[in-house]
């Protein structure tokens, strides 16, 4: 069964960082497209940042513009998404799934392969 298992999310004081790990099971990540999403409690699911394996194309949200970075380590077989000054508004889980559609112009769905989550709660 093709999933992701995240990873490295905690508590975290505003204006720290975190960095998140997103590893598949199951699958490599050669010529896929792979997306950060995050859920805050009572809300929707939204997308974050993402990453095309084959060009190492990215696009990023305008939540997450200036503040997070997506990489890809290829020996690693995994998706990075580095977060810095985070706030209490970025306290979700955060989620990673593959993504059909992902450039620097661009990152649509649909969306498969969801992992577990990894919560990551900013608080004082």
């Known amino acids: 069964q093709r999933q992701f298992v995240e990873s490295g999310g905690g508590l975290v004081q505003p204006g720290g960082s975190l960095r998140l790990s997103c590893v598949p099971s199951?699958?490599?990540?050669?010529?896929?497209?792979i997306g950060w999403f995050r859920q805050a409690p009572g809300k929707e699911r939204e997308k974050v940042a993402c990453?095309?394996?084959?060009?190492?194309?990215?696009y990023y949200t305008s939540s997450a513009k200036g503040r997070f970075t997506i990489s890809l380590d290829h020996a690693k077989n995994t998706v990075f998404l580095q977060t810095a000054s985070l706030n209490v508004e970025d306290t979700a889980v955060y989620y990673c799934a593959t993504s059909s559609y992902c450039s620097n112009y661009m990152f649509e769905g649909p969306y498969e392969n969801w992992g577990q989550g990894t919560q990551v709660t900013v608080s004082s």
């Open positions: 990453i095309a394996s084959s060009d190492g194309e990215t």
């Open positions: 199951g699958f490599n990540l050669d010529f896929e497209k």
